[in-house]
């Protein structure tokens, strides 16, 4: 995944979560990341609930009675964390040293040692070869557009299905062993409604998961100019699961649900800055959360609170339609983090 890809083809801007580090250190890892060798794929430093995959301070990290890892904070404003590593659901690597001594991760690195930080972030680029995949089909049904509608095509490269994208029946497979390059390179071949059977062995997705994860981590502005102007209703929940949705994108889809915003009325209600909250309507427009049509807009909120759901593990969980007033059982209040199992504010240690 670190390695140029073809020509004409585009990189996802992967999102790396870090906890237990003091300012000056994530300077340092936001240095590194800064100097990644070109080709690779880049990397930016993010919320630790929000990473593709983590980067924990070791010498902060202390194993429990329980088993689980307890992460104090690196700074005041940071809470702390209690994980489970049986259900991180991501790539995660620890900086040395370590205070636990009985503790001996998979994937460490040493902080400053520039080389070192970026071979961890080259394995991470193994291991997320599936998102990278899926962020690529993204990229290419968002070229070809309104011309898949009630189309099957099957993805071939060098005589070998790679993937299938049914836009009749609405779901989407890709093989485990593909790579970008493979589906960038794919010959794309119609088929008839008739072959829409996915094979046994490729994960399954939704179409609308397939342009969410492109629209999440491209660096291009994809919102449409009219969600700059006109007033924007919510539509339905976003056809993901759960897990994927951040807390900025629960917070807008609670705001539009209890009423409608323009743009700039939305970004004063919630705070956000113009090009934080673009890319957060994007991801709701294009898996269809939101409209600028009144007349398709759910009934307004009642009032009642939303209840939290536990998050789907990434990129696998199959989703079901949901009808408009399925909202609070859908829509978790709070982001629930799989092998997360307690955060919250801590002294730094």
């Known amino acids: 995944m670190s390695a140029a890809l073809p020509a004409m083809t585009e990189q996802p801007v992967l999102q790396l979560g870090v906890i237990g580090f003091d300012l000056s250190e994530r300077a340092v890892i936001a240095d590194a990341l800064q100097r990644l060798p070109a080709g690779w794929t880049p990397w930016h430093v993010a919320p630790f609930a929000e990473g593709d995959a983590w980067w924990v301070n070791g010498s902060r990290t202390r194993v429990l009675?329980?088993?689980?890892?307890?992460?104090?904070?690196?700074?005041?404003?940071?809470?702390?964390?209690?994980?489970?590593?049986?259900?991180?659901?991501?790539?995660?690597?620890?900086?040395?040293?370590?205070?636990?001594?009985?503790?001996?991760?998979?994937?460490?690195?040493?902080?400053?040692?520039?080389?070192?930080?970026?071979?961890?972030?080259?394995?991470?680029?193994?291991?997320?070869?599936?998102?990278?995949?899926?962020?690529?089909?993204?990229?290419?049904?968002?070229?070809?557009?309104?011309?898949l509608r009630q189309t099957v095509h099957h993805l071939n490269h060098h005589g070998r299905l790679v993937a299938v994208l049914d836009y009749v029946a609405g779901h989407v497979g890709i093989l485990p062993t593909a790579t970008p390059g493979d589906l960038w390179s794919a010959e794309w071949d119609r088929r008839?409604?008739?072959?829409?059977?996915?094979?046994?062995?490729?994960?399954?997705?939704?179409?609308?998961?397939?342009?969410?994860?492109?629209?999440?981590?491209?660096?291009?502005?994809?919102?449409p100019p009219r969600y700059r102007h006109d007033v924007i209703h919510f539509r339905h929940v976003?056809?993901?699961?759960?897990?994927?949705?951040?807390?900025?994108?629960?917070?807008?889809?609670?705001?539009?649900?209890?009423?409608?915003?323009?743009?700039?009325?939305?970004?004063?209600?919630?705070?956000?800055?113009?090009?934080?909250?673009?890319?957060?309507?994007?991801?709701?427009?294009?898996?269809?959360?939101?409209?600028?049509?009144?007349?398709?807009?759910?009934p307004r909120s009642t009032g009642a609170s939303l209840p939290s759901q536990p998050a789907d593990t990434l990129g696998m969980a199959s989703i079901q339609p949901h009808h408009v007033s399925d909202l609070e059982r859908t829509v978790p209040a709070s982001l629930d983090l799989p092998g997360v199992v307690s955060a919250g504010p801590r002294r730094a240690g």
């Open 65 to 147: 009675e329980d088993g689980h890892l307890q992460v104090d904070p690196g700074h005041e404003r940071e809470p702390g964390a209690s994980l489970r590593l049986t259900a991180v659901d991501r790539p995660i690597a620890f900086s040395t040293p370590l205070a636990a001594r009985d503790f001996e991760p998979r994937c460490v690195f040493r902080l400053g040692d520039e080389a070192g930080m970026h071979s961890a972030l080259h394995l991470f680029g193994t291991w997320l070869q599936p998102l990278h995949c899926l962020y690529v089909a993204g990229a290419l049904v968002m070229r070809r557009g309104a011309a």
């Open 192 to 223: 008839p409604p008739s072959a829409h059977d996915l094979p046994r062995n490729f994960i399954p997705y939704t179409p609308a998961q397939l342009v969410w994860t492109y629209v999440r981590r491209t660096d291009r502005d994809l919102l």
């Open 238 to 298: 976003p056809r993901v699961p759960p897990g994927w949705l951040r807390e900025t994108q629960m917070m807008l889809l609670r705001e539009l649900h209890a009423e409608p915003a323009a743009f700039d009325a939305l970004a004063q209600r919630t705070g956000l800055a113009p090009a934080a909250l673009a890319l957060e309507l994007s991801c709701l427009y294009y898996s269809g959360a939101i409209t600028t049509t009144a007349a398709k807009a759910a």
